[in-house]
């Protein structure tokens, strides 16, 4: 029954399904207006189910065009159909085979989620209700089947027809224009992961010999043209495939392995089995379109699709609230693979930007919800930065804690365990209690409750003793529903540094004393609101270097004073602490500024943090991608965050700029030098050396201009006239377009015409325009959205230029008048009506509103009411607009 109000879907509810689907065949006729799928699905009554129960399949919009039960009509009375379900009274007791002939149009599905048409690919996307909008099913990731997929298309529309699993047949059908292939995957799996393309695409094609020597074909299909760009994807699925053989002794399993890339996707990418469906912006790359972190993206979505075969597919999710059982380990395992790939200190630096960036203002607002929720109204708002990052943070410290080879003993048994089957998290969890033989309740939490913890620590030394004592305290504010939490269990990787930069020893007494293992492993373990360490032997004041690698996904609060922090930039042989350090020194800085600033004052000025910067640039010049990071400020938005109340995005703005042009001044003779330095030489290559080199002469250059425009200007100027690749020049065109005048508008105008045929790279031109903090640039969004290049159809036309104005533009999305906050209520409210899933995530960028200053919470407010109160609205912006409000 169709009800106006979405009821919330509980996880106390879960039972399991009252029948099962061993085996789909389906049968797709494309086209463009009237596509038929014909779908024979062999049912029986689940032992575990409830007995006699009506049969109730999932649909989405669909037409039925006929039913048979066991090759018969069913009778009126016992059959129950409509777009959204379909009902059988009362179907046999025995296993029966049902028969549904559908009828769709894959051209008016604007959606994005079932079959729909991608330019003129026809492709499918079913995470995560989609397959009820192809035919009706028991839409629902623990019902496993084993699917044999027949397509058949025009040759001249579609020569090109894949689906999951390997091609077991396909020919023309003689006397017409028409041709079919067959797909076959032996694996049972939830509809979720079903695919099918169709098209005229181009290809190239590769092979992958496994361990245990089987051979694996490889196809990456592409717009035709687009082949070039493919190679590095492929370059990365071979590299994936070689890593999960070694890292975690997972090995492919079919005879293919296909990849399409589409322009429009609604997410990044999909891990359908054997047929990944990528968003372009995850496959293509040439030197002269994509950036280095474009590359780094590539190589990440592509290992993180492929390492689903295990992680998701192999063995899947039970129910929508098991979602990060598949999103956080995945995520964890393209990070480990990344960290291996590149370098890991500079992997892990950029992950808990990430973090911090989209993860704590999740946590911190009211959209705040568990790594594992319990209730939900549209799981489609549940792809989220907790999901997947925090859900990644949560495997990270199981290892931290349990130890490496624990680690692997338990993902071993979880392989093992649980291969062929729908998970929970308690399944993954017990397997690594079992093997560690602890008691992982505790620890389990971090599941269970939303929030970031925040530890704060003090510390004192007593020179007479010769002991350092060490209070860690941990709280964690109440969250949506959760307005008490448990202490969590939190491993704080430490060192202690001494003055001149030598590690010191850790030793503890029998009073507050740590254990063994815990000295051992450099890791305390806090488990209780709060709990003294203190370290003996202690010769010279030393400093803590706390939440190493950070080691936990908490805010520190840390007693430690300007001095202190730079000792640690330059000594502590953590380098993530040393990156850190920087960023909390920053952080200060900047917060005394904002003070300042609000209280009609000068930001204030510090030359010791430049003089650090200085060293650690000269000291770090072996490794310039991690000098990179050290010298990259905190953003606005992480100001905004470290502030958390009565936020004014204004000052924050201010007293960053004004940050950047004092440390651009102090420190132009050595950005300079180490700018000219770096200069390109020889070939080009990817990989992260020479993406580190130039990310570190972007971030001189970047810093430069701040500090001495005019120069600073020529060299963008100049660099954005001969850069040879597009890491260079988007570098430089970032910075020329920051400053106001004419030139500016010529050089957008000449990157235009230099990429115009690019859609990738506009949508590159689109972020810069968005992202100028200046009072013009909504009326430049806005002129944007007429331009030929944009469309409100392609979701990464309009993150690229809506979803980078709302998320990435501190001062105009927060403008005083709030005409940022009512333009993106308005366009919120005209999206939702073709794609929902994509409105939604533009509205979300509300998430931190109650932290803004009053007058700005007020109007921001106001437009999140204007939505939540228009009638026939999505379920998923009614659910992201009722719960911002909440
Ligand atoms: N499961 C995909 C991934 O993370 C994400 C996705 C979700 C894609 C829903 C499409 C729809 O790999
Ligand atoms: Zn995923």
Same mark, same amino acid.
């Given at each position: ?38 779908? =024979? ?44 379900? #379909? ?20 051209? @008016?599905?604007?959606?994005?989620? !079932? ?11 079913? %995470? ?42 396909? !020919? ?45 074909? &490889? ?135 990430? /973090? ?33 990052? =925090? ?7 199981? +290892? ?76 964690? +504010? ?103 350090? @920087? ?49 990259? #400020? ?9 502030? !958390? ?17 004092? /440390? ?50 020529? /060299? ?12 260079? %020049?988007?570098?430089? /065109?970032?910075? &020329? ?7 500016? %508008? ?17 949508? +590159? ?9 200046? =009072? ?6 806005? =002129? ?7 469309? &409100? ?45 994509? @409105?939604?995530? #533009? &509205? ?10 009053? +007058? ?31």
């Amino acid at each position: 029954m169709r009800t106006d109000v979405a009821q919330p879907v509980r996880l106390a509810d879960y039972r399991p399904p009252d029948y099962l689907i061993d085996t789909v065949v389906l049968d797709v006729l494309l086209h463009d207006t009237e596509t038929r799928v014909r779908a =024979k699905l062999s049912i029986r009554p689940n032992p575990a189910g409830r007995a006699g129960a009506p049969l109730v399949l999932d649909g989405d919009e669909l037409t039925a065009k006929k039913i048979l039960l066991d090759g018969q009509d069913i009778s009126p009375e016992t059959i129950f159909v409509a777009p959204d379900q #379909l009902t059988l009274a009362s179907p046999p007791r025995q296993p029966f085979v049902l028969e549904i002939e559908t009828e769709i149009n894959p051209s @008016a599905n604007t959606k994005l989620m !079932g079959l729909y048409r991608s330019g003129p690919v026809y492709c499918t996307q079913c %995470e995560a209700e989609g397959f009820r909008r192809i035919t009706y099913f028991l839409d629902r990731p623990d019902v496993l089947s084993v699917y044999t997929t027949r397509i058949e298309a025009a040759v001249s529309e579609a020569p090109i027809l894949l689906s999951n699993g390997n091609k077991i047949d396909a !020919g023309p059908i003689d006397g017409t224009d028409r041709h079919f292939a067959v797909w076959h995957d032996p694996f049972p799996k939830p509809s979720y992961l079903f695919a099918l393309v169709g098209g005229d695409l181009g290809s190239i094609h590769d092979e992958f010999t496994t361990v245990s020597g089987r051979k694996v074909a &490889l196809g990456i299909y592409v717009e035709h043209g687009k082949e070039k760009s493919a190679v590095y994807a492929m370059d990365a699925l071979k590299r994936s495939m070689a890593w999960d053989e070694t890292a975690f002794g997972r090995e492919y399993d079919l005879d293919m392995f296909n990849i399409v890339a589409v322009s429009s996707f609604n997410m990044g990418a999909m891990e359908n089995k054997g047929l990944n469906v990528f968003n372009d912006k995850y496959v293509l790359a040439l030197p002269e379109t994509a950036t280095d972190t474009d590359y780094a993206n590539i190589e990440a979505v592509i290992a993180h699709e492929y390492f689903h075969n295990w992680t998701g597919n192999r063995i899947t999710c039970r129910d929508w609230f098991q979602l990060c059982l598949k999103e956080g380990l995945t995520v964890f395992r393209d990070h480990e693979f990344s960290a291996d790939q590149r370098s890991r200190a500079v992997r892990r630096i950029a992950d808990v930007r990430t /973090l911090r960036a989209a993860q704590f203002p999740e946590d911190a607002g009211p959209l705040a919800h568990n790594v594992r929720p319990d209730t939900y109204l549209e799981i489609n708002n549940f792809y989220t930065a907790t999901i997947y990052e =925090k859900g990644s943070e949560i495997i990270r410290m199981l +290892k931290v804690l349990i130890g490496e080879t624990a680690f692997r003993a338990g993902m071993d048994l979880y392989f093992d365990r649980y291969d062929g089957t729908a998970a929970t998290i308690e399944n993954f969890i017990s397997c690594f209690a079992e093997v560690s033989h602890r008691d992982l309740t505790q620890f389990s939490r971090w599941y269970h409750q939303a929030g970031t913890p925040l530890v704060e620590a003090q510390t004192s030394y007593d020179a007479a003793k010769q002991t350092f004592t060490l209070d860690l305290k941990q709280s964690c +504010k109440p969250t949506p529903g959760q307005d008490h939490k448990e202490p969590f269990v939190i491993p704080i990787e430490l060192g202690l540094v001494a003055a001149d930069g030598a590690p010191i020893a850790l030793q503890t007494g029998t009073e507050d004393g740590a254990s063994a293992d815990e000295l051992a492993r450099g890791v305390l373990e806090l488990s209780t609101p709060e709990r003294r360490v203190t370290f003996c032997d202690v010769a010279t004041p030393p400093v803590a270097s706390l939440l190493r690698g950070f080691s936990a996904p908490v805010r520190l609060s840390q007693s430690v004073n300007e001095n202190e922090l730079i000792a640690l930039v330059a000594h502590d042989s953590d380098s993530f602490n040393r990156w850190q350090a @920087a960023q909390t020194y920053a952080t200060r800085l900047l917060l005394r500024s904002v003070d300042l600033v609000r209280s009609g004052g000068k930001p204030c000025e510090d030359e010791a943090f430049g003089e650090a910067l200085y060293r650690a640039i000269e000291s770090n010049i072996g490794d310039p991608a991690f000098a990179a990071q050290v010298i990259s #400020l905190p953003s606005e938005a992480d100001m905004a965050r470290e502030i !958390g109340e009565n936020v004014d995005p204004d000052a924050i703005h201010v007293a960053k700029q004004a940050l950047r042009a004092a /440390l651009g001044r102090q420190l132009a003779p050595i950005l300079l030098q180490t700018y000219e330095r770096l200069a390109p030489e020889g070939a080009y290559s990817p990989d992260a050396a020479a993406a580190g080199r130039r990310a570190l002469r972007t971030a001189c250059l970047d810093l430069y201009a701040a500090g001495v425009p005019d120069e600073g200007g020529a /060299l963008a100027q100049r660099q954005f006239e001969t850069a040879q690749t597009m890491t260079d %020049e988007i570098a430089a /065109l970032g910075i &020329l377009t920051h400053v106001p005048g004419e030139r500016r %508008e010529q050089a957008l105008d000449t990157f235009y015409q230099r990429h115009s045929s690019e859609p990738l790279v506009i949508d +590159k031109w689109f972020i810069l325009q968005a992202t100028i903090p200046e =009072k013009g640039t909504l009326a430049r969004v806005k =002129k944007l959205m007429e331009h030929p290049a944009f469309s &409100l159809t392609n979701p990464n036309r309009v993150r690229s230029l809506i979803g980078a104005f709302a998320s990435g533009n501190q001062t105009q999305f927060n403008a005083a008048d709030g005409s940022g906050y009512h333009f993106l209520a308005e366009i919120v409210i005209g999206l939702d009506r073709t794609n929902p899933q994509v @409105a939604a995530r #533009l &509205l979300a960028a509300f998430k931190s509103w109650r932290a803004l200053e009053s +007058k700005r919470s007020a109007l921001a407010e106001a437009a999140l009411r204007r939505v939540a109160q228009v009638n026939d609205l999505s379920a998923d912006v009614k659910d992201i607009a009722g719960r911002s409000l909440a």
